[in-house]
Every structure is written in C-alpha cells, then in structure tokens.
C-alpha cells in the first residue's frame, strides 16, 4: 500500500522544516501566504502546512528538476521555457471567477479563496502522457473545500477550469505559431472534483509556487496525467454538460476527457506501460518503471468509474 491512512503515521515521520500540526502552525500557513501574496511573485515565502495522510512515502524528485522541466505551453513548448520566461508573469493581485451552476458566484480575491483554510502538504506522484514522472511535495488544499462553499446547485455535473490569457506576459499566446487554442481549459465530473485526492495546489518544497509550475493557484489530479492539472486558473465554472477541454479539442484522436493514467490502453503513437522518474539516471539510459492504474491511486479512486469502460473513456 502506498497510502498511509492517518493512524498509521508516526510524530517523527512529520517533515520538520514545514509541517506543525497544532492549529496555530495550521493558520499561519494561510496567513503566510496572504502575506506573501501581497510582495509578489519573485518573492518565494515559506508555507507552513501539516503533511497529508494522502502523501505517498517515495522519494521526492529534487527541486531543481520540479521547478526547471515543465509543460506550460502559454511560455513555450520547450520544457525549458516555462523557467526561462514565466518570471514576468503577474501574480498579485489574483482573482478566480467562480460562476455557473453555484449558490454563490462572484470573482473571489485569491485571499479570500485562503481565509481560513489550513494548508496540507501532499506528496503525490505526477505522471505525465508523455512518459515520465516526478514525485512534488505539493502545499495545497482539497477543492471540495472551496467547492463546497461556492454551494453547488443539484443540476451541477461537471466542474470547469480555465488558465489566465494575457499575451502581453505569455509569449506562447503571441505571434503566428500557436500551440494551442487559448485560454487552456480543463474539466472534472463533479464526483472527481469532490474527491479528496483533488486539491488546488499554492505552493511546492515549503514554499509558493514558482510561476512556472502555476502560480498563484494550479489544480492538481494525481491519479490523471499530468495536463488534467491546470495552472494558474483564473476561472472554475460548475456546469451540466461536459465541458471542453484543450488537449481534446486539438487532438481528439488522441486525447480524451478522462485521461486517467492506464497503462493498459497505449497512446496512439506509444506505449504507456512503462515510465521514466525524472531525477533518477540519466537520459536515454535511465531505467523505466512500470506505471501503476490510476498512478498507483486505484484504491481511492478506481470506485468512481465503475461501469465505464476505459478503454474507450480514456
Ligand atoms: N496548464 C496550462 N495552463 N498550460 C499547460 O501547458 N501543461 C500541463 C499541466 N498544466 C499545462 C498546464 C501538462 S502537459 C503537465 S505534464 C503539467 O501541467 C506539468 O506541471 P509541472 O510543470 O508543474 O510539473
């Protein structure tokens, strides 16, 4: 079992630098972060968060590797230019529209989102569809929480989310060659949202994010590869149809709504049987692991799609 429940989590396993677990350490997490906030984006403040029952036991994959290999293609399609030239990004202030099927939509201030949440750190797996993985020590809360105080109307089914669009700060969005459509979008069903696993993820390391892995707030789906986890969201609409989704609308032949990590049903052009934990050895000779259903998250999730074939809602 990869999961510990929280019974079986010993004082001393608690990561020392980050995590306290009175109320007060809990607090000052949020409040950290409202602080930090308001200094901007270049300033990287620490996070005080508990560390998650959720978290997986394996070894993180080193900071410099989380924080310079990404996909974020609003900067770039090279892993390397989300690093070089999401810096620019602002970051503060920051809002969140929260609209649709809700009791309560408004456009909140990433503050407000913060008020009274207690920060968790969660150390997840991340598998990406092109064939490697990481292991990040998230610093998030569930989305059911913010979810459920936006009071979901019964009509709800799914939830949609969509990434900030400003080309004047993301020289992906300009010029003649265009990546994708704009702005990137994702979705959930409701059920998926609501699931504990799920959370909008701040910070990484003890710290807040580094733009480019989705600064201020990104969206974080372990058991989904990695492009479920949306970054820098701006908008988060409860809606009854399935909503769309980028990387479906620019190759349904090859990605769908689902796109829970199965290594059972291959990419159209590769295998996803196997994976490469980015870290460990190096380059074309670094050694694979198998990948795990639902990245190794089956027991908490796999309930959630019986009587779906996956194999055809992949
Ligand atoms: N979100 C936005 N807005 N734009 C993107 O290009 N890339 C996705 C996902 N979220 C992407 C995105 C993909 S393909 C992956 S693998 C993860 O972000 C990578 O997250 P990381 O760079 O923090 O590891």
Redesign the pocket.
Known sequence: MLIKAPSDIAPSEITPRSVYLSRRGLLAGAGALAGALAFGPADAATLTAAKSPFSTDEKPTPKKD?VS??????FGTDKAD?VAYAGKLTTSPWSVKVDGLVGKPADYALEDILKGVALEERIYR?R???GWS?V?PWVGFPLAELLKKVEPQGSAKYVAFE??KRPSEMPGQKGVFQA?PW??V?GLRLDEAMNPLTILAVG?YGETLPN???API??VVPWK????????VVRISLVEKQPET??QKQNPGEYGFYSNVNPEVDHPRWSQKTERRIGEGSGLFAARRPTLMFNGYAEQVASLYSGLDLRKNY
């Open positions: 989380v290999y990404n996909n974020f293609y609003e989300p991340m990406c569809v092109e990481m990040i990434t900030l994708l702005p990137y994702e990484l480019q892995n989705g990104r969206l590869y990695g492009f479920k986890s949306i970054k820098s980028t990387w």
